[in-house]
């Protein structure tokens, strides 16, 4: 069977490379990219940072001084540390990290995504906290497809 990935490059190539070892043909075509957007770091003073996505890390302008890091997922983690940074917490979902980090009066500088939920600054709000949002990346929507995803024949799904 022939999978179509879509997912941004990076991504797709992780995700080909699971659907391989398991038998299947794939076919990478990213219909989107990652890319930073070059916003200036926000100014104050943050006690600690945070991140829900590995995204973050590929476009992060500049080194930051070294802070308490609190990540949502063990991808987000393994890019942090590859970035050079310290965890501090890890949990599976933002609910998670909010329940982890508890009632406080922290100020976060949350490396962000334009696109992201809304959920995990509303909770550590609604616990104390400050969150001041850093939106270091974006998705943008590629050109075309490439040349071999529009000449491949992908079998339709049977519904």
């Not at 609910?95 to 500088?109: C, M, P, T, V």
């Not at 490396?111 to 001041?132: D, I, M």
Request: with cysteine; glycine share 6%; aromatic share 6%.
């Amino acid at each position: 069977m022939r999978i179509l990935l879509t997912r941004p490059e990076a991504d797709a190539v992780k995700s080909a490379q699971a659907l391989r070892a398991e038998g299947f043909e794939t076919l990478i075509a990213p219909l989107f990219a990652i890319a930073a957007t070059d916003i200036e770091k926000p100014s104050g003073d943050f006690t600690s940072l945070l991140a829900a996505s590995a995204h973050a890390f590929d476009a992060l302008p500049s080194k930051l001084s070294s802070q308490n890091l609190h990540v949502v997922g063990e991808r987000t983690a393994e890019a942090a540390i590859h970035a050079g940074f310290h965890v501090t917490q890890i949990a599976a979902d933002g609910e998670s990290l909010a329940r982890k980090i508890g009632q406080g009066a922290e100020h976060f500088l949350y490396l962000a995504g334009r696109e992201r939920r809304s959920e995990l600054e509303t909770l550590l709000k609604a616990q104390g906290h400050r969150v001041t949002p850093w939106i270091v990346y974006e998705t943008r929507q590629v050109s075309a497809l490439p040349l071999q995803a529009c000449d491949a024949q992908i079998g339709r799904a049977h519904v």
